[in-house]
């Protein structure tokens, strides 16, 4: 996401580098191409004016440090200022009041409300412990019932059997009353959407909205990112007739052009609270404004980045396989997990922009499909293996190359390719295990010590027999370090 935006951005910085400071003349050819960049991604021409505005304002004024790069010092400045516009921090629904708390999904058709509804529920449970319900009160599109149930199969949800031929204020009030008998936390109700704003629509939310008032309701709207200024227009119609808690935007992963996250928050006054960023259930984020101005000007997202991987990642298993490592043992079943929790985490695009200046080397090296899909070829062949050749490839003669090249419709060329790339990736790792525990060889005294703490100087005898180290000079560049030059 964002891919555009965040190139033109890094096009706009050049014009400060090797400045000695910020003034305003060199900020102004590139605040052009922000407000240029801004406006192309479609965010509201009132927004970028404000924007461009309160950077210029903050960079000329009393705020800007001395003797800091004024190229860093001024993407800091376009960071607050994107968090700022997009809502400084993230609000979720409020869950610490009794329950069970009614949340209503609203938006127009084809915005994503039904899978967002089924991507919230997991998300609570998951994440918050809550029992959830999810209630369809589509009684427009009878399929939304159908698609809500076997979304909650598939995650073995609770859900409630609508009478689709009662009013939708009367469904929303059965389906509370339900939650409140089996003790559920949190209610989702999935409302009907229009091919556009309708005065039958708002009528009939307001009423939904009216009838469980005294529950005190989440209302969240659900926007299609790709849509831009459009899905700003109509968070502002539907904020104006019944009252939104919040936003949810719908397909980031998409090639959305960020009009509208760049632009709802500011334009309505109400905070977006989620992003869906993929098809999977699991693909549901909270919207942190900081962090995502990170991820568009380059300056990567690690903080999502850990947490996603406290999520796909076996602690006990990564520790077993540590231990493994250790002792020189790496097997083709731990390269297949490993595979497995990379996989856990996303796609590889999406990992790599989440690393600090990452955005500019994935932009070079252009599609990275053909990567992807040589994994999943890998891991074709490596479930063609019985569990013993998984442990040692080294059993894996001709005839079994053969075998496992035809349960994985693959050649067996592709079969012995493959093992040849993975006997390269076992001498890696051993290397990077005995780096590691002995430190890098021809390093003078960086090995022999417990831990890192091993090739520090002080910490390993060895270290200050190095001539001219464990003594301290006089004087600075008096004496001779031991590759000549002085000391620092």
Do not use: C
Request: proline letters at 4%.
């Amino acid at each position: 996401m964002f891919d555009n935006l965040s190139e033109k951005f890094a096009d706009a910085f050049k014009n400060l580098q090797g400045k000695g400071k910020i003034s305003e003349s060199n900020i102004e050819a590139a605040l052009k191409e922000v407000r240029t960049a801004l406006l192309e991604a479609d965010v509201n021409f009132k927004v970028v004016k404000e924007f461009i505005n309160g950077v210029k304002e903050e960079a000329l004024g009393e705020k800007v440090i001395k003797g800091v790069n004024p190229e860093e010092q001024f993407i800091k400045i376009v960071h607050d200022k994107l968090a700022e516009i997009m809502g400084q921090e993230n609000q979720e629904v409020d869950l610490e009041r009794p329950g069970p708390v009614p949340v209503l999904v609203v938006g127009l058709n084809g915005q994503g409300k039904t899978t967002f509804s089924g991507k919230l529920s997991l998300h609570l449970k998951k994440k918050k412990n809550k029992n959830v319900l999810l209630v369809p009160a589509d009684t427009f599109r009878p399929a939304a019932k159908d698609q809500l149930i076997t979304l909650a199969k598939s995650m073995d949800m609770d859900w409630f059997d609508s009478d689709l031929s009662m009013h939708p204020k009367d469904i929303a009030k059965a389906g509370i009353e339900a939650a409140k008998a089996q003790h559920k936390d949190v209610v989702i109700i999935d409302t009907a959407g229009r091919l556009h704003v309708d005065d039958e629509l708002m009528g009939q939310l307001k009423e939904v909205k009216e009838s469980i008032a005294d529950k005190n309701p989440e209302v969240l709207m659900v926007a299609d990112a790709m849509t831009g200024q459009e899905a700003v227009n109509v968070a502002k119609s539907f904020h104006e007739a019944m009252g939104l808690t919040g936003i949810v935007l719908s397909k980031m992963d998409s090639d959305a052009r960020g009009g509208a996250a760049l632009s709802i928050r500011h334009v309505t006054g109400v905070p977006i609270k989620y992003i869906s960023t993929g098809e999977k259930m699991k693909d549901l984020e909270l919207f942190h404004p900081d962090r995502l101005a990170g991820r568009i000007l380059d300056m990567g997202d690690v903080v999502s980045l850990v947490e996603k991987a406290e999520e796909a990642i076996d602690q006990n298993e990564a520790e077993n396989m540590m231990k493994r490592l250790e002792k020189g043992q790496f097997t083709v079943e731990d390269f297949m997990k490993q595979m497995d929790m990379i996989k856990g985490l996303g796609s590889m695009g999406s990992i790599l922009k989440m690393i600090p200046g990452m955005g500019g080397a994935l932009r070079e090296m252009g599609d990275l499909s053909p990567a992807e899909d040589e994994m999943k070829r890998m891991r074709v062949i490596i479930d063609s293996m019985t569990k013993q050749e998984r442990q040692n490839y080294k059993v894996i003669k001709e005839s079994r190359i053969k075998r496992i090249a035809a349960g994985s419709g693959s050649t067996v060329k592709a079969v012995e390719d493959f093992i040849a790339k993975f006997r390269q990736m076992e001498k890696m790792m051993g290397g990077m295990m005995q780096m590691m525990k002995g430190g890098m060889p021809g390093m003078p005294g960086m090995g022999g010590g417990p831990g890192m703490m091993g090739g520090m100087p002080g910490a390993n005898p060895g270290f200050r027999n190095q001539p001219g180290m464990g003594k301290k000079p006089k004087k600075k560049g008096k004496k001779k370090g031991p590759w000549g030059g002085g000391f620092f």
